[in-house]
């Protein structure tokens, strides 16, 4: 199988995903739930897809998504001091002088 038969394969999963989610919550917000109720199956069900895809990628490869290595805590500790995603948010509220 070559990556554009792969990458088809993975978009119409994908757009599978999507709309039954889509449908899920549809059916759940006419039957008169509330939009916190609508947000919480949906995340649960995504979340269930997605652990259900990582678990997938594990049986097939071997390759435990799961583990989160030293390495890659250290990088991400590095980018976070580096971005600094609110500073610009603060200063602009006057809040920060940095």
């Known amino acids: 199988m070559n990556n554009f038969t792969k990458g088809i394969m993975i978009l119409f999963g994908s757009i599978l ?5 889509e449908v899920t919550g549809s059916y759940i917000f006419a039957e008169g739930a509330g939009p916190v109720t609508l947000l919480s199956t949906r995340f649960l069900i ?3 897809l997605f652990g259900v895809t990582i678990l997938f990628q594990k049986y097939r490869t071997g ?3 799961f583990l989160v290595e030293k390495q890659d ?7 976070c001091i580096s971005c600094r995603p609110f500073d610009y948010i603060l200063v602009r509220l006057g809040i920060s002088g940095s």
């Open 17 to 21: 995903a999507w709309s039954s989610l």
């Open 46 to 48: 995504a979340t269930i």
């Open 73 to 79: 805590i250290k990088r991400f500790d590095q980018w």
């Open 63 to 65: 390759e435990n998504l």
